[in-house]
């Protein structure tokens, strides 16, 4: 094992961006994840529109499967039956979300950080 500037321990999301975007500041990095991807979570399947500005210039946008999967609104429920419905349009110009399985997403962000020299 050679040596590193720095070590990131966990590969979800935010360790790989974490690794990823490091690795684009020219240091050597070591990534340490204790799964094997794909790996499956039982959340997280949306990502919130301004997380997809942080993934384009993680240079890993392009990755995300068909892009037929926008988040264009939601609705939220209470257990007393209340719905809260809202539009993305009505938030940021029109700027939406996405939803990609868990362990798609993750495994497109940990390839990406290894791409990037990680």
């Known amino acids: 094992m050679g040596r590193y500037d720095v070590i990131v321990v966990g590969g979800g999301p935010g360790g790989s961006s974490a690794a990823t975007v490091l690795s684009q500041k020219g ?3 070591a990534l ?3 799964s094997c991807y794909p790996r499956d979570k039982v959340c997280g399947d949306g990502i919130p529109f301004p997380a997809i ?3 384009e210039r993680l240079g890993a946008f392009d990755k ?12 939220v429920s ?5 719905l809260f419905k809202a539009q ?4 940021v110009d029109g700027s939406t979300g996405y939803i990609v399985p868990r362990n798609t997403f993750d495994e497109i962000l940990f ?8």
């Not at 995300?64 to 609705?75: A, D, S």
């Not at 209470?78 to 209340?82: A, R, V």
């Not at 993305?88 to 938030?91: A, D, G, I, N």
């Open 64 to 75: 995300i499967p068909p892009k037929g999967y926008r988040i264009e609104g939601i609705t």
């Open 27 to 29: 240091l050597k990095v």
């Open 53 to 55: 500005d942080v993934v």
């Open 32 to 34: 340490v994840e204790k």
């Open 88 to 91: 993305t349009s009505k938030w």
């Open 111 to 118: 390839r990406n950080a290894v791409q990037h020299g990680v």
């Open 78 to 82: 209470s257990p007393n039956g209340s």
